[in-house]
DNA sequence: CGCAAATATGCCTTACAGGCAATTTTTCAG
DNA sequence: CTGAAAAATTGCCTGTAAGGCATATTTGCG
C-alpha cells in the first residue's frame, strides 16, 4: 500500500481530476453559460453535492490545472541554487517548467488560457489565483541578489509574471510561431533591462 | 437645463452612484457576503430588479469607482502630446492622475482596495477589469518611441500597470509613508530600467 | 472482522441573474 | 400645453448556484 500521499487521498485527487477533465472538455465545447455544474458533475460521475465539496464552482473547476500549473513552478523555484539571482532564478525556473510541460499532454494550458480570455469571469478567478502565487513566488525570491537600482522582490516577481502572461496572451490570441518562443521573447525583452550584473549604461 | 450629456444620462448616472456608494458603504461595514443584493438596492432606495438594470452584481457595483479611475486615466493618457516617448507618457499620466486624485475625496480608491485584497471575488472581478484597460493602453502606445530593446507595446503597458498595482497594494498593506510615495517610487524602480532610448541633450 | 474517520450523497434554504411585461417617468414634436 | 414615443423602473417568475445539515457509504486500521 502507498503511503506516501496515503491511498486515501490519492483517490480524492483522482476525483478531483475526473471532475476538472469533465468540466474543462463541456466548457471548452458549449460555452461557460451554457454548461450547469450538475451537468459536469454528471460527466465525472459524481453527485452535484459532491461537486460542491472539491470546488467552489465552476470557474474553479475549469482552472484547476492551472493551480497545479503554478504549483509546479513554486516547487522548481524553490529547487533553484541559492546564489543565483532572482532574475536568473525566475528565468530558468520559467524554462524548466516550460520544456517539461510543453512534452507532455499540455496542450491543456493553452486551452484554459483561451478559453479564460474569452469568459471573464474565467480571467477574473484565474487573475485572482495568481496573487496567492505572486506570494510566495516573492517569499521564494528573498536572500536572492535583485537587478541594479531594485529593492522590491515582490515588484520583480510582479514585473516577471505579467511578462510571462503577456506572451501567453499575444500567443494564444495571434498563434505566431511556438508558444515557448513568444514566452521567452516577452521574458527577454523584459529581461534585458534586468540583468544582473548591471543594465546597458 | 444641461443638453451637455443629456439630462437623462446625468439621473441615470446619479442612480448608479448612489447604488455604488450604497453597496461600498454596506459591504465595507459588514463584508461582501453578509450583504445581499436587496440590502444593497434598498440602501440606494431602488428596486432588487432595477439594481440588475445597473450591475451584474454587487461586486461590480463595489467596484464601480474603479473603472472610473482607470476611465480617467485614459482619458489623460489620450491628452498626453503625441511626442513623448511611451514611458514618459505613462509615467507622467500617472503622476496627474494621482495628484488630481488624491485632492478629491478618494480615499474610495484605498477603500476598494482594501476590499480588493480583503475579498477573492472582488480582486478576480477588478483584475478582470484591467485586462481591458490595459487593452486601451496599448492602442493609446501606438505610435511612441518605446525603450531601447523593447518591440511590444503591449508588454510595456502590462509591466507598467503591474508597477502600479504593487505600489498600491504595498502600501495598502504596509502603509508606509503617503500612497503617493510609494506608487511612484515603485514606478521609478521599474523606470529606471526603461528610460527612453533618446541620448541626452 | 468491526469500529472510527473520512467521504459521498440527498434534501433543503437562501441568493442571484436576467427574461418578460406592465407601469411610470422623461423627452420632444406639434 | 398636450399627447405620443422612448426610456427607465418595477414586479413577477424561472433556472441556476452555494452550501448547511443529516444520512449513507466507503476506507483505513487495530
Redesign the pocket.
Known amino acids: 500500500?502507498d503511503?506516501s500521499p496515503?491511498?486515501?487521498?490519492?483517490?480524492?485527487e483522482r476525483?478531483r481530476l475526473r471532475i476538472h477533465r469533465a468540466a474543462l472538455r463541456l466548457v471548452v465545447e458549449h460555452g461557460l453559460d451554457a454548461?450547469?455544474?450538475?451537468e459536469i458533475?454528471a460527466g465525472a460521475?459524481?453527485?452535484?453535492?459532491?461537486?460542491?465539496?472539491?470546488f467552489?464552482?465552476?470557474?474553479d473547476a475549469c482552472l484547476y490545472g492551472d493551480a497545479a500549473h503554478m504549483d509546479d513552478f513554486l516547487a522548481t523555484l524553490r529547487a533553484r541554487p541559492a546564489h543565483e539571482s532572482a532574475w536568473t532564478a525566475l528565468r530558468a525556473t520559467a524554462r524548466t517548467v516550460h520544456a517539461a510541460r510543453d512534452l507532455s499532454p499540455d496542450r491543456e494550458w493553452v486551452q484554459t488560457t483561451r478559453l479564460a480570455l474569452k469568459h471573464p469571469a474565467l480571467l477574473g478567478r484565474r487573475l485572482a489565483g495568481r496573487q496567492g502565487f505572486l506570494r510566495e513566488t516573492t517569499a521564494l525570491l528573498g536572500g536572492r541578489t535583485l537587478p541594479a537600482g531594485m529593492h522590491r522582490p515582490g515588484l520583480l516577481a510582479s514585473v516577471f509574471l505579467s511578462a510571462l502572461l503577456h506572451g501567453l496572451h499575444e500567443w494564444t490570441e495571434e498563434g505566431t510561431g511556438p508558444l515557448d518562443e513568444v514566452v521567452e521573447a516577452a521574458l527577454d525583452e523584459v529581461g534585458a533591462a534586468f540583468t544582473d550584473p548591471a543594465p546597458p549604461p
Open positions: 500500500m503511503v496515503g491511498l486515501r487521498e490519492r483517490k480524492k476525483t454548461v450547469t455544474v450538475e458533475a460521475e459524481v453527485s452535484r453535492r459532491t461537486f460542491s465539496n472539491y467552489a464552482g465552476k470557474e
